[in-house]
């Protein structure tokens, strides 16, 4: 709880232990420790006035705890992790029909907890990230010393945060932001291109993870920075109306939303998708750009807006990524695939799960899962993740390791298991195991909190979950 002057916290978001904890929980423990030191300035010296504008602590504390961290460990690349996680949770949640907006009103005492979720965390930073983007960095900077020095001990509705940015940059920040903060949701944009003029066609839609949207749930228009990446560099056009046409350079390579610092997805056809696939080989596309488009594709085909095969034929085609990002997306919307699938033949389920294992095997047992002092902060991430896909698609070599690695702490070596693989050892030992992995006299042993006991690609550990 970020008091004044005293923050506190719960033990377990607050103490690192390099033997019991894995690299995931130092960065969990980083980035919650500088969340909370953020309040002091975005909560307590300029405080919200009211409970609408919650996102204006919670959101700029957000934004913060991203920005600070990649000052203080830049070998972090915490930036491209943001796209798989603080991104990715926002555009999760924001996609039901239940969502609201970024301003919610709340009109009753009992209506607060409601919005402490990933509306008012996530998507309130995501929304700061966008506009930082769209103004550059220097400007949005000077934007917020202007909101803190006029607001500083007072309280503050959003419209202050837009006139001092306006301040700072020129620009007329009201106009293209309140749309984003006060109306609920994001859109879809669909691309088609035309060979013969050089255009791309874009149309927005509002987006729902049913993919039932009804004609009075998509008036709005967003204001859609497009962020159109070329091999001439990155053009900031907006999208304000419901369709437009944009001439390219080339269409033999063009990108859309560069970097994933805009809150839409973008709908390709397979042929656009294959390209892109070859462009990612080819070095034309950020490890951002990577991860942001696979975690498109993957979303838009479990909710039905694109065909299953073709991003596995996108997938397929990442078999030489090297990024623990990327790959950690590309895992993370496989489970998702398998999730829309779940109730379908046991033949479709085991064909997802081959090809999982095809995916990761190799990489896996290449990694390995001895963890060295040598292994820096991604690598170790990267292990364990490799690990426990390998592990839970069905690798024989890793389901032995992980079964000698249980058998061993089950007799009382508590050092048998790595901290970065316990969850996921505990998972294997739960789905291949019989009897006798679940009568195992387990030692006591202090867990972390944010571990599963099985891990599960489909779900985001984010850091806005840290609900009050």
């Known amino acids: 709880m970020e008091n004044w002057g005293l923050v506190t916290y719960r033990v377990v978001d607050l103490l690192f232990d390099a033997k019991t904890s894995g690299a995931s929980t130092k960065q969990r423990v980083a980035e919650v420790v500088q969340h909370e030191l953020a309040h002091q300035w975005f909560g307590n010296l300029v405080t919200m006035d009211f409970w609408d504008g919650l996102w204006l602590n919670e959101g700029f504390a957000t934004w913060m705890s991203w920005y600070s961290c990649n000052k203080f460990f830049p070998e972090w690349k915490v930036w491209e992790t943001y796209v798989t996680d603080t991104l990715q949770g926002a555009l999760s949640l924001d996609s039901l029909r239940s969502s609201h907006p970024v301003e919610v009103p ?32 220097d400007h949005f900077m000077e934007g917020i010393r202007i909101y803190l020095k006029q607001h500083a001990f007072g309280n503050t509705q959003t419209g202050d945060l837009w006139a001092a940015l306006s301040t700072a940059s020129g620009k007329d920040v009201k106009q293209v932001m309140d749309i984003w903060t006060k109306h609920v949701g994001y859109p879809v944009v669909t691309v088609t291109e035309n060979e013969t003029d050089k255009t791309i066609h874009l149309k927005q839609n509002r987006l729902l993870r049913t993919a039932d949207v009804k004609p009075e749930e998509d008036q709005m228009l967003y204001p859609v920075f497009l962020g159109l990446r070329t091999k001439d560099g990155v053009d ?14 080339d269409l033999d390579f063009y990108k859309l939303n560069a970097d994933h610092t805009s809150l839409y997805r973008t709908s390709y056809t397979p042929a656009r998708l294959e390209k892109l696939g070859k462009a990612a080989r080819d070095g034309l596309l950020t490890t951002e750009d990577r991860a942001g488009m696979i975690a498109d594709a993957g979303a838009l085909a479990a909710s039905g807006y694109q065909k299953t095969s073709g991003v596995l034929n996108l997938l397929k085609g990442f078999d030489a990524e090297k990024e623990f990002v990327v790959w950690n997306e590309i895992l993370t919307r496989l489970g998702s695939i398998q999730s829309a699938w779940i109730f379908e033949d046991k033949s479709v389920r085991d064909g997802l799960e081959s090809f999982q294992r095809d995916l990761v095997s190799d990489k896996s047992h290449k990694a390995g899962w001895e963890f060295k002092e040598s292994d820096d902060h991604v690598q170790q991430q990267f292990k364990a993740m490799l690990f426990s896909s390998a592990g839970m698609s069905g690798d024989e070599v890793v389901k032995k390791a ?13 050092s048998a298991i790595d901290p970065n693989i316990r969850g996921s050892v505990f998972g294997m030992a739960l789905k291949y195991g019989g009897k006798e992995e679940v009568s195992y006299p387990v030692p006591f042993i202090e867990v972390d909190a944010n571990e599963k006991i099985v891990r599960h690609h489909s779900q985001h550990l984010s850091h806005f979950k840290e609900q009050r």
């Open 402 to 414: 992980a079964k000698d690695m249980f058998k061993k702490f089950a007799a009382g070596d508590t």
């Open 236 to 249: 900031e056009k907006v999208l304000s109306t419901r369709e437009e046409s944009f001439k390219v350079p």
């Open 106 to 137: 709340v009109k009753r005492a009992d209506e607060v907890n409601q919005i402490f979720d990933a509306i008012s965390y996530a998507k309130g930073s995501c929304v700061l990230r966008m506009i930082s983007k769209y103004l550059g960095e």
